[in-house]
């Protein structure tokens, strides 16, 4: 069935609704990170226990089941998004994160209400996760239908773009707050401040949305919107999406969240100066997405995949192995962004070569839930299988698995559909 055709929206308009879905994507990835770098100073809190590591293993076995909250997230907005549209799923996600950051910065802890607290925790990260599973195919397929055509890979960038600015914006409340606060203080109450920073966050974000241009109509009539088996008529586009995801997070993560560990275990670099050179790398990083999504408006999105596939099949234990290897700061650096400059080729168009692939009644669906499921189970066991593999000393074996699932990238390439002669977003519909 076609889809609803709006009215050409001009250029300012179109500058406005991408800024417009991007703060609502900063406060989603901001409040999902937060957790991830507040968690050394709160996991006493909830988890008393003469072991950090147990303390800390606890924390991390609540944000690892945010991950896996992640598909349910990419099916029930994706399917609010295809059946009551983009604005509605994308401000019912926003609220949810809101929600769920502010029951964390307001939780009782263990010494006030006992297991609750652990309990009212794990419920506020599964709410977080939901909203974050939720809010990727929702923003993705946003900014790919609001963009002009010859231009969507350049207004496309800044979905990635800014899930690395949440990041950052993390990084550094944290890095301010360390700062500030005495090591006591941020046990104490500091590590709340970055939940709320967020919520409000949150609140300005849904105000904001409240005026986004609505993409797309509704397709209420379509018994195929928003549905699994709507879903499931695209094989092909569904497998290359799951291909792209599952090589495109596990390396996203490994050279990402990852790095900054493995140069402080392997490469045996001081843990603050492996923060400061990631930070610098990802600032980069962020900074040229808008760079490499201008370039696949004129090489083609398909062309900008096939290089990604080949790069990390081939550069993928080179670089690391140097990285690993590395002496001093300075040629960590430059290792660590070759290889972030080689991922822009993907992360830059991630959300548009998926939503180009499928009809607009099912296309957040389509986007966000074999995403969700793909990045839940290579994206969010990346770090895991990583330290398997070292604390079995095998390593180098997790460069290979790496190596493979950019070899699945490069193959999924291959079967994609060249956008110029198969566009969905072109036909609108």
Known sequence: MAGFTPSPVPKLSTIKSILIASSGNIVEWFDFFAYAFTAIYFAPAFFPSSNPTTQLLNTAGIFAAGFFMRPLGGWLFGRIADRQGRKTSMVLSVVLMCFGSLIIACLPTYASIGLWAAALLLVARLLQGLSVGGEY???????????????RGFYGSFHYATIIAGQLLAVMVVAVLQSVLSLDELKAWGWRIPFFIGAAGALVALVVRRSMVETRDSHKKDPESGTIRGVLAHPRALLIVLGFTAGGSLI???????MQKYLVNSAHMDARVASHVMTAVLFIFMCIQPLFGALSDRIGRRTSMLIYGLFFTFATVPLMTSIGAAKDA????????????????????????????????I????????????NAMFGGTAEFVALSFKANGTESHFFW????????????????????????LRNKS
Do not use: C, N, W
């Not at 996203?252 to 990852?258: A, E, M, R, V």
């Open 330 to 361: 300075g040629t960590a650096f430059a290792l660590a962004l070759v290889a972030l400059v080689g991922m822009s080729f993907y992360t830059s168009i991630s959300g548009l070569v998926k939503a180009q692939m499928f009809p607009a009644q």
């Open 401 to 424: 698995y790496v190596t493979v699932m950019g070899a699945v990238v490069l193959i999924s390439a291959l079967y994609m559909p060249d956008e110029r002669k198969s566009d969905h």
């Open 252 to 258: 996203f993560y490994t050279f990402t969240s990852y």
């Open 137 to 151: 195919g929702t923003s993705a397929t946003y900014m790919s239908e609001v963009a002009t055509e010859g231009r």
């Open 363 to 374: 296309r957040a669906l389509a986007v966000g839930l074999p995403y969700a499921i793909a």
